[in-house]
């Protein structure tokens, strides 16, 4: 099984950007789908991005295409989200997940659908 670890999350003013990043180890990443979720106090977690195992096949919430880019590097097991105009309404703990997929081509957007997940890391956007 793979275990993920999440970095890259601070503290940045609207406007601003980060990009997280998720490092995988344990199995071959390469075999795995990635997805990034994000919880704000008081939500529930909600999808923000996925991408196939491939890494040719993404999907973005509808309210966040054109601001985060989910991307991997799968010759140094490593997933990423690019974030872009940051707003206030971005603070949440982001995670990400993984799981095996049926196929290269595969990705998934429900959390039920990943078995794997890091334990997050804070993003807070200030006004």
């Known amino acids: 099984q793979v275990q993920l670890v999440e970095s890259g999350g601070g503290l940045v003013q609207a406007g601003g950007s980060l990009r997280l990043s998720c490092a995988a180890s344990g199995d071959t990443f390469s075999s795995y789908v990635m997805g990034w979720f994000r919880q704000a106090p008081g939500k529930e977690r909600e999808f923000v991005a996925g991408i196939s195992a491939h890494g040719g096949n993404t999907d973005y919430a509808d309210s966040l295409k054109g601001r985060f880019t989910i991307s991997r590097d799968n010759a140094k097991n490593t997933g990423y989200l690019s974030m872009n105009s940051l707003s206030p309404e971005d603070t949440a703990v982001y995670y990400c997940?993984?799981?095996?997929?049926?196929?290269?081509?595969?990705?998934?957007?429900?959390?039920?659908?990943?078995?794997?997940w890091g334990q997050g890391t804070q993003v807070t956007v200030s006004s």
């Open positions: 997940a993984a799981r095996r997929g049926p196929t290269p081509f595969t990705f998934f957007k429900r959390s039920d659908d990943y078995y794997y």
